[in-house]
Every structure is written in structure tokens, then in C-alpha cells.
């Protein structure tokens, strides 16, 4: 009984020095749909590495000059090339070598001389791995810097959090209920979208992850899951950044007879707890603690102080003299016996 | 009496099927290309007692032959390929005579089955 093909041809890479039985694998391969590309050594294998896109690599351990284990090393370094599979290919008597290769990092091996149905198995296997991760990381990368995303990756994520400090932006569209009443419903998605577009961006070149969307309301965090020493800084040049783009964008709409839109932001910083939560099947990375609250009643402040960007005292601590901060008032929030010292940030 | 072909026919037919009948001919070219340069060059290893090239290039004798199913010959290249590991060059001179022997056996089986393959 055949299985049923179920993946398109990949971009395979073969590496092997041995003449005969680099044709033999590349043809081998080629003729179950295949683009292969091969290489005689190590050298010349990282070289077109850097230069096109795989999504395997055959890999012999026995090469002269750059041996395989040098290869598998520098693929394994290189945080684009660590995701794609490698299989490593390896005469019967090398168990101890395809051992350390399998430790080193290698995804799976090959005995020569081929089989052919184990070939087809292995590529199979390792395609849909691959498929796997690229999946991953177009989630990943939507959300956060891929500096990020290549940290999650690389880390895996456990449920359960751990203390950091961090700086927690909170971003609301002013009036938008009102605003989406006036509109035709598929008008608003857009606006919503673009606004969307507009300042995830400023949150990801700012080194944030953005990690709750409710409505038209986001939440970002800057300093977690990757610690930084200046995520206070970031998160208030990441806001100013949203406003300017925004401002840009309502000049525009405004030229187009179109409706503009107004936001609050809100930032603290402080101790949180960060970390995954929900199942293993179903998380969310986030942040929680009074520093959050704290982000959040903030926001909602810009819509009585009438100022787009509010920041705690934590917040403005770690911002440089060049910064136009100003004391706009000492707040009690409803629940908190303490007044919290508010500060408008002019841009 | 039949003897032992020097070729295992149901390794070479795999091989034929992954690489299809219309590409054989091409591989067993390749490997008459390359096998007696490789003979060759464990022929000088000996000569300079050259224990890493001598291994190499056996090595590289054992895993070719053992691909088109060429048993004996592969046993021998491997053999040598354990010779060179210990660095050992001194009794191999006989060996690669015989081995060599193995090859020509070897070749005109392959040119059999390639003329069959047509």
C-alpha cells in the first residue's frame, strides 16, 4: 500500500564529496519532485546557505577539508539557518559519529548505501517539520521583533511566569463605538486594519511584543520575554512613534473627506509577571500585576486629561533629559488608596 | 555450478528504480570515472604510507560499490578502509592487487546490466 503523496516538492541541499554518490542522491530525489541543489563540500555548502532558501539539508559527515560536523556546527549558530532539518547521511560503521551529530543538533540520519522507501520517509518527515516551523514563525513574527520570536523559538515556551520589570503600553482608539456607528461595518474592519498596521509596527522596531488585542485596544509589553535595560525608553519612543504615524495617517484621511482617528496611550513600568499562561494547547504570552493595571487606567486617563500619551513616575525614570515630560497630575484611582503621579509626554 | 555475480541484483534494481532507468547508464559511467583513480590513489598511499589518504579513498571505494550492490568489492574497500584506520599500510599491497581484480569483475557486470538497461 502506497501512501498518497501529501507534500509539495521542497528545496532540498545535498552535501556530499563523493561524486557518484552525490548524483545518485540528487537524481534520487529530483525524481520524487524535488529542486535539488548539491554541493561537494562544506565550503561551498554554507556559502549557498547564505544565499538561497532550503528547506533540508543532506548532510555527509565524512568530508575532507570541512567535515560535517563543521557544517552542522555553523548551520546550528546561525539563527535563520538553525530551522531548517538537516539529515545527516553516513556510512553503517559511523554510529558513534551519527550519534554526536544527533546530539549536536542534527534532526535525523541516513544510512548508506540508501534505501530508497527510508529516503522518501526521512524527507517527507523532515518537510513537514520544516513546514511546521515556518508556520510558527510567520505567527511569531506578526506579533513580535523576530528577535523575539527567535528567542521563543529557540527556548520553547513552559507555562508559569517568573518576576521582571518591564514596561506595559496600553493603546485605545478614542470614541471608536461611536466612530463604528457611523460607519459602514466592512469601512470600519479597514480603518481598524490600517490602524493596526500603523502601529504594530513603532511596538516591533521598538523591541515590543504585542500581546492582547481586545477590540480596537492593544496591549504591549517591552522588556519581557526578553529583558532590556531601556524598555522604558523604547515603550515611550515606540508611542511617540504610533503618534506620529497616526498624525501622518489623519492628515491623509482628512484630505480623502475620511475619518481620522484619535488614540490614548498609556504606559507604566515596574515589576510584572510575565510569562505564558492558559493550557499547552492554548496560551498567550502576557504580563500581569499592578504595573498593568496601572498601564491601563492610564489610558483610560488620556480621555480626561486630553493628552495622547500618559506615563507613570517608573516610566519617566528611565527616559533621557531630551524628552518634553510634564507633570500633569497626581491621580487616585478608583480602588487605590495611594495618588499615582502622571506625566504627559509632548512630542 | 552458477558462481556469485559480483553485482547483488535486487540492490541494483533499487538503485535503478530511485534513479530511474534512463539515469543509470549515467551513474555507472561516473563510477567507472572514479573508482580507478580511487585504486589508483590507494595504490600511491600505499607507496608513501599515507594512512589518511589511504582510508579516505577507501572509504570512499566502499560506499560506491555497496550502492550498486557490488557486496565482495565493498567488503574488500572496507577492509582496507579498517587498514588505514590503524595505520597499519605495510601488508596491503596484495590486498589492493585483489581488489583491483574484484573491480574488473565488478565493471563488466555493471557493463551487462547498463546494456540490459537499454
Redesign the interface.
Known sequence: MTRSKMHGPGRLLVVED????R??LQ??LE?EGHAVTAAANGKEALELLQRQPFDIVLLDI?M?EMNGFEVLKACLGDTRLREIPIIITS?S?EIDSVVKCIEMGADDYLR?????VL?RARVNASLEKKRLRDEQRRLFDTLATSEVADELLKEGFALGGKHVEASVLFCDIRSFTSMAESQDPSETMELLNTYFTLIFEPIKEHGGIVNQIVGDGIMAIFGAPIPRADHREQAVLAAIEMLGLLKDFNQEQKLRGKLQIEIGIGIAAGRVIAGFTGTQERAIFTCIGDTVNLASRIQNHTKIAGKPLLIDENARQGLAENFQIELLDSITFRGKSQPVAVFSVNY | MAHETAIDPKIFQELKALVGADFIGELIETFFEEAPVIIKRLEEAHQANNPEVFRRNAHSLKSNAASFGAKRLSEQAKALEMLGRSGELGQTGDSIKLLSIEYKRVAEELKRLRHDSK
Open positions: 563523493n561524486k557518484v554518490n548524483i545518485l537524481r534520487g525524481q565524512e575532507p556510512a560503521d548508506k548505501p540508501l534505501n530508497p529516503l
